[in-house]
């Protein structure tokens, strides 16, 4: 994975935080291969979970550890 492209991704989840391998294209220019590549490191590295674990298309990714900053949390 490219560092700048890499950067950019990180940056664009900040906006939109639950994305899908089609989002990563248009953010990227990737191919669908590239794509997946990108988000699979993603994954491997924590900033990514596949939200639908029981599908194999039209999958969807979350940037977790952002959402859970707004989650209501009762022991605060």
Do not use: C
């Not at 664009?12 to 291969?33: C, G, M």
């Amino acid at each position: 994975m490219y560092t700048k492209s890499g950067v950019e991704i990180l940056r664009n989840l900040y906006k939109q935080p639950i994305v899908d391998i089609t989002k990563i294209q248009e953010w990227t220019r990737f191919t669908r291969a590239g794509a997946q590549k990108v988000v699979d490191r993603f994954v491997q590295l924590g900033i990514l979970t596949q939200r639908n674990l029981n599908k194999n298309y039209a999958r969807t990714y979350e940037y977790k550890s952002y959402l859970g900053l707004f989650e209501n949390n009762s022991n605060h």
